[in-house]
């Protein structure tokens, strides 16, 4: 099986910037795409960011700009850059692995625990 694992999150104030981390295993890593959501309170899971397996990116337009999503295959790693941080960016993050029509409907089959990023006023 495939196992994901968030980590990075914390408590930053407004303008503030943090580096989320996601490490995966699995052979097939590298030609799969990934995928940051994340979740607040009272809201509907959002698409942050996509990763294609050959890099590519794209972004939700509340994150354009401000975030990064990043891959190193050699590492099975995925990452999110996250700048000038917001109030409303805080919720509980969380990395997927799958095909990229799956990580962008948000119906792939591996996620992490996610990581809870906090931004304070």
């Known amino acids: 099986q495939v196992q994901l694992v968030e980590s990075g999150g914390g408590l930053v104030q407004a303008g503030g910037s943090l580096r989320l981390s996601c490490a995966a295993s699995g052979r097939t890593f590298s030609r799969n795409s990934m995928g940051w959501f994340r979740q607040a309170p009272g809201k509907q899971r959002e698409l942050v960011a996509t990763?294609?397996?050959?890099?590519?990116?794209n972004y939700a337009d509340s994150v354009k700009g401000r975030f990064t999503a990043s891959r190193d295959n050699a590492k099975n790693m995925v990452y999110l850059q996250m700048n000038s941080l917001k109030p409303e960016d805080t919720a509980v993050y969380y990395c997927t692995v799958g095909t990229i029509s799956g990580v962008t409907a948000g119906t792939t089959h591996y996620w992490g625990q996610g990581t809870q990023v906090t931004v304070s006023s």
């Open positions: 990763l294609s397996s050959g890099g590519s990116t």
